[in-house]
Nanobody
Framework: QVQLVESGGGSVQAGGSLRLSCAAS????????MAWYRQCPGKQRESVAS???????VYMDAVKGRFTVSRDNTRDTVDLQMNNLKPEDTGVYYC???????????????WGQGTQVTVSS
């Protein structure tokens, strides 16, 4: 079983910063892709930023230049540094991790419990 523990959400004024962290633990061979998704009020869940094991990052257009995703493969963590936050960034942010199991033939997607980010104008 794999557990994802998120931390770092909260409330901030527009223009402020927050850093989200997610740590994967449990029984698996290694983490593959890691990402942050969000679900804003009245909208579907969307991918905010993803990062491959080698460090290649992809961002949604709305956060380019403001958010930075990073990972530590030795600790199986993924972080999201969010700067210049805007009210439209308000939502629940979810950590996503794909893991490779010890049989090296199967992978599984896991999701964090979600952490609230609220940006006031």
């Amino acid at each position: 079983q794999v557990q994802l523990v998120e931390s770092g959400g909260g409330s901030v004024q527009a223009g402020g910063s927050l850093r989200l962290s997610c740590a994967a633990s449990g029984s698996f061979f290694r983490t593959n892709a890691m990402a942050w998704y969000r679900q804003c009020p009245g909208k579907q869940r969307e991918s905010v930023a993803s990062i491959t094991r080698r460090g290649t990052a992809v961002y949604m257009d709305a956060v380019k230049g403001r958010f930075t995703v990073s990972r530590d493969n030795t600790r199986d963590t993924v972080d999201l540094q969010m700067n210049n936050l805007k009210p439209e960034d308000t939502g629940v942010y979810y950590c996503y991790v794909n893991v490779l199991h010890y049989d090296s033939a199967s992978t599984t997607d896991y999701w964090g419990q979600g952490t609230q980010v609220t940006v006031s104008s």
